[in-house]
């Protein structure tokens, strides 16, 4: 268990479509964090989970989002009837959750056409 | 309301030189203040963090200065290598919730 790995790590997909990705954790980080990356910023906070428990949703996070951590251990993050604001880089992240070291994954970058 | 202001957007220094990037946040309950660097493609990656109770931390060429009374901290990066170019955010965090991050620097050093 090398880091925290996402799945895919490109997706194109077209206008009104639904999109999920995945997020598999460090395994021992039981808090596991969602934000959205746009070209030229810095990472926005959608949600967070502390084992399967969604504890926090950023206004960022409309109706059409909704993100699961069924078992505590991997997330998903799905986007329904995708929108061309919607193309970004997701990211996931985990820590422990007495610790403070996030660590990040490489993103799933995704492009609304 | 961006609750973290980071400047500035973009920074040239040669190889050998200095980097200097600044950050103010104005949310006192801020207690964790984090600095991470990101290469195209790939997720940011914690380079030095850290916490008010301190006023400055060093790890190798890099060093956070931290000015409480301020609200403002700095990461420097001495002896800057080509291989230090990418973008940099600062971030900080309330009790170790969710990172708040700036908008970035891209740093650029010239061989």
């Known amino acids: 268990d090398t880091g925290v790995s996402q799945n895919p790590r490109h997706k194109i997909t077209k206008r009104g479509q639904n999109v999920t990705f995945r997020c598999d954790p460090i395994s021992e980080h039981n808090r596991l964090y969602w934000y959205r990356q746009t070209l030229g910023q810095g990472p926005e906070f959608l949600t967070y989970?502390?084992?399967?428990?969604?504890?926090?949703k950023s206004r960022l996070l409309s109706d059409r989002f909704s993100a699961e951590r069924p078992k505590g251990s991997f997330s998903t993050l799905e986007i329904q009837r995708t929108e061309q604001g919607d193309s970004a880089m997701y990211l996931c992240?985990?820590?422990?959750?007495?610790?403070?070291?996030?660590?990040f994954g490489s993103g799933t970058r995704l492009t609304v056409v | 309301q961006q609750q973290v202001k980071q400047s500035p957007q973009s920074l040239i220094v040669q190889k050998g030189g200095i980097s200097i990037i600044n950050c103010a946040y104005e949310n006192t309950a801020f207690d964790y203040f984090p600095w991470y660097q990101q290469f195209p493609g790939k997720g940011p990656a914690l380079l030095i963090a850290?916490?008010?109770?301190?006023s400055e931390k060093k790890e190798g060429r890099f060093t956070i200065s931290f000015n409480k009374s301020a609200k403002q901290f700095s990461l420097h990066i001495m002896d800057s290598q080509p291989g230090d170019s990418a973008t940099y955010f600062c971030?900080?965090?309330?009790?170790?919730?969710?990172?708040?991050f700036g908008k970035g620097t891209l740093l650029t050093v010239n061989p």
């Open positions: 850290i916490r008010p109770d301190v």
């Open positions: 971030a900080a965090s309330i009790s170790g919730l969710w990172l708040t």
């Open positions: 989970f502390q084992n399967e428990a969604q504890l926090e």
């Open positions: 992240a985990s820590r422990l959750a007495d610790g403070y070291g996030y660590t």
